[in-house]
């Protein structure tokens, strides 16, 4: 199905986050799938746990656009640094926001390692400007006089 393992982790990601291809999810996800971010108390297990997560953003973010900045591959393991764009225009709801509708129009970006073998995703550690993000929303207000100087 996929010539490589960066290949199933640009179409999954494309596929998946960018086009709501659900189905995919259950053809490429290891059953006994994992996702770690460090911001979750618990891991999402399974493909379902993964559903729910992109389910989530792409609900909240109706015009998500995921674009893959780079793709690095080593053996069983895909390194992939994406960026995010999209209108938060309804709640957002994840084990680690819940986020009424704000309107506003966020870019945040992120890290996701994924070890791949056999032709599916066993696991994901993802790494992403949480903060960033949660300051677009309207999370925190930063005055001028409050952002660190660039000395």
């Given at each position: 199905?996929?010539?490589?393992?960066?290949?199933?982790?640009?179409?999954?990601?494309?596929?998946?986050?960018?086009?709501?291809?659900?189905?995919?999810?259950?053809?490429?996800?290891?059953?006994?799938?994992?996702?770690?971010?460090?911001?979750?108390?618990?891991p999402?297990?399974?493909?379902?746990?993964?559903?729910?997560?992109?389910?989530?953003?792409?609900?909240?973010?109706?015009?998500?656009?995921?674009?893959?900045?780079?793709?690095?591959?080593?053996?069983?393991?895909?390194?992939?640094?994406?960026?995010?764009?999209?209108?938060?225009?309804?709640?957002l709801?994840?084990?680690?926001?819940?986020?009424?509708?704000?309107?506003?129009?966020v870019?945040?970006?992120?890290?996701?390692?994924?070890?791949?073998?056999?032709g599916?995703?066993?696991?994901?550690?993802?790494?992403?400007?949480?903060?960033?993000l949660?300051?677009?929303?309207?999370?925190?207000?930063?005055e001028?006089?409050?952002?660190?100087?660039?000395?």
């Amino acid at each position: 199905m996929f010539e490589s393992n960066k290949d199933l982790i640009r179409r999954s990601m494309d596929e998946i986050w960018n086009h709501g291809d659900f189905a995919l999810i259950d053809r490429v996800f290891a059953p006994g799938y994992v996702f770690r971010h460090p911001n979750f108390p618990e891991p999402l297990t399974g493909p379902d746990g993964y559903r729910r997560f992109v389910r989530a953003y792409r609900t909240a973010f109706p015009d998500l656009h995921l674009t893959i900045n780079d793709l690095i591959a080593e053996g069983d393991v895909v390194v992939c640094r994406w960026t995010v764009t999209g209108t938060h225009s309804y709640e957002l709801r994840t084990t680690s926001i819940t986020a009424p509708p704000s309107h506003h129009q966020v870019v945040w970006s992120g890290i996701t390692i994924s070890t791949v073998r056999d032709g599916l995703i066993l696991d994901d550690l993802m790494y992403s400007d949480t903060l960033g993000l949660r300051m677009q929303l309207g999370f925190f207000v930063m005055e001028p006089h409050e952002m660190p100087s660039r000395a």
